[in-house]
């Protein structure tokens, strides 16, 4: 089964995305802040992240930064899912290292659409190896 990681300290955000996920059959590791996040990656080895920006201990550029750091997880898509939403946002959180982005409150439409383009890339990369 499809493991995808959510590091979101919002327990309304995390029931939602818990709620569209589970319901396409992907199962969902949750994490409430950077720290935990970075040790469920670790432990799990997710197929895919969803990263909140905004956490209470490190912010999620910096959790993103860790783990790409990291050759065992740096394979790991990582999609910035945050309400921050400014002109420029999506440009700093690509080149932080994000693979990808999608804006607060995401639609069911926009987040599978967006799970299966990872996961299909992902997949084709490896069936090359």
């Not at 997710?46 to 065992?72: C, F, H, W, Y």
């Amino acid at each position: 089964m499809v493991k995808i990681l959510y590091i979101e300290d919002n327990p309304q955000n995390m029931r939602l995305i818990r709620k569209i996920v589970t319901s396409a059959g992907y199962e969902m590791i949750e994490a409430m802040d950077g720290k935990s996040g970075l040790a469920a990656t670790m432990r799990e080895n997710p197929d895919l992240i969803l990263m909140d920006i905004n956490l209470p201990d490190i912010d999620g550029t910096e959790v993103t930064a860790r783990i790409k750091s990291d050759p065992q997880v740096a394979h790991i898509p990582i999609i910035a899912l945050t309400a921050n939403a400014m002109i420029g946002d999506r440009e700093a959180y690509l080149s932080a290292g994000c693979d990808g982005y999608l804006a607060k409150p995401v639609s069911r439409t926009e987040l599978l659409n967006t799970l299966a383009h990872f996961l299909e890339a992902k997949s084709l990369v490896a069936a090359r190896h």
